[in-house]
């Protein structure tokens, strides 16, 4: 199969709408990472984007909406905290898990009896499912274990000959995966940080509790509240090593391990820190940490097509976006941390 990439333009979204109503499945931009499309309510189309991911079958799929009226549908029951985070971070980088009703394939939510909903802010992304008229599922549009994808040319390197069409609306704005919310309770929970954080969440609802698994590998056999926490994730081939602790003492021991490693290796680290002629893939300033989530994803695939053999990143605080960005670090590096003091 040809795989084309398009511009965002009247031609290309009615092309993305058509692919959708048709059955197939295609590269969506959102501005979170660009997603695997297809019509949520076809199974057929929804069981395409597993074969194509190589994504479990266990690991349900998020279904995008374009406005509010097409909620409804979709779930059983919208309890009114829901309500509040909806109003308040609607259209925008934030999933809510809610009871989902019958309509929705048992694929698309792996057999569970709730479903994640979200509405995207990309107008990209909207126009697409407006288009379609029909809901999107769609995971991030990646191989399943690979970082997701930031830019149509991610999209292209895992996935080109599986899909005929991928949208490209330029890097994503974001750069990490919407906000994960179990949002059947009084108190949300966020199973996976992301675009909204938690003190976003805290201020707009007065209450919020963030999974112990967001900075915890899952022991074997555990339980968990959201498949995806299983798994492996954002891996590169490089052995990924994270320092977190004073940032003098984590400069020095990220530029003594450096030195000491014979194979190739390279640091991911802050445009403030200077490293010398050690190679650095910058994860921007400090003053912007918003700028660690945008680069973060294109940073990891880096490390793979410069064959490093080992990544040393410097952790980033966890506060607001922060642990969205220590989240996926810390999965890339299987959690391997390193404290300095
Ligand atoms: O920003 C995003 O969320 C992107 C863009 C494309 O919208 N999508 C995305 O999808 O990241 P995916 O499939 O790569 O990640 C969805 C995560 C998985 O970890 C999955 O386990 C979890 O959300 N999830 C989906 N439905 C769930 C449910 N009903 N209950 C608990 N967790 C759920
Ligand atoms: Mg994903």
């Not at 919310?181 to 938690?198: F, H, S």
């Not at 805290?202 to 919020?208: C, E, K, L, N, R």
């Not at 339980?223 to 081939?237: F, I, L, T």
């Not at 410069?306 to 980033?316: K, P, W």
Request: aromatic share 4%; proline share 7%; with cysteine.
């Amino acid at each position: 199969m040809n795989t084309e990439i398009l511009p965002v333009n009247d031609e290309s979204i009615r092309l993305a709408g058509r692919f959708i109503r048709e059955g197939q499945i295609i590269g969506i931009p959102t501005e979170t990472v660009y997603g695997l499309g297809a019509d949520a309510l076809n199974e057929q189309a929804v069981m395409k984007i597993f074969a194509a991911k190589g994504r479990p079958a266990d690991n349900p799929l998020i279904v995008h909406v374009s406005c509010e009226e097409e909620i409804k549908p979709l779930v059983t029951e919208i309890p009114e905290t829901a309500r509040l985070l909806m109003k308040r971070f609607w259209p925008g980088p934030m999933t809510l898990v809610l009871p989902k009703a019958h309509c929705i394939p048992d694929v698309v939510s792996a057999g569970l009896d709730t479903v994640g909903i979200r509405m995207p802010e990309s107008a990209a992304a909207r126009a697409i499912i407006r288009e379609s008229r029909r809901p999107i599922a769609a995971p991030s549009a990646n191989t399943s274990g690979r970082p997701s994808p930031t830019t149509a040319m991610h999209v292209y390197e895992d996935l080109h000959g599986k899909i005929p069409l991928i949208i490209d609306d330029g890097p994503c704005r974001v750069g990490v995966e919407s906000t994960v919310i179990d949002a059947r309770g009084e108190i949300p929970v966020i199973l996976r940080p992301g675009g909204i954080t938690a003190e976003m969440i805290m201020q707009a609802v007065g209450s919020v509790r963030i999974d112990e698994h967001v900075m915890q590998p899952v022991a074997e056999g555990e339980a968990v509240r959201s498949p995806g926490m299983k798994y492996k994730h954002y891996a590169p081939k490089a052995k990924v090593v994270i320092y977190d602790g004073r940032p003098e003492a984590v400069q020095a021991a990220i530029c003594r391990r450096y030195d000491a490693f014979t194979g190739k290796a390279c640091i991911l680290g802050r445009t403030e820190h200077n490293y010398g002629n050690r190679r650095v893939i910058s994860l921007g300033s400090l003053q912007h940490p918003e700028e660690a989530a945008a680069a973060l994803f294109a940073a990891l695939r880096e490390l793979d097509e410069e064959g490093i053999e080992l990544a040393l990143c410097e952790a980033v605080d966890q506060q607001g976006i922060g642990l969205a960005v220590m989240n996926r670090m810390g999965r890339a590096a299987a959690f391997d941390i390193e404290r300095c003091l």
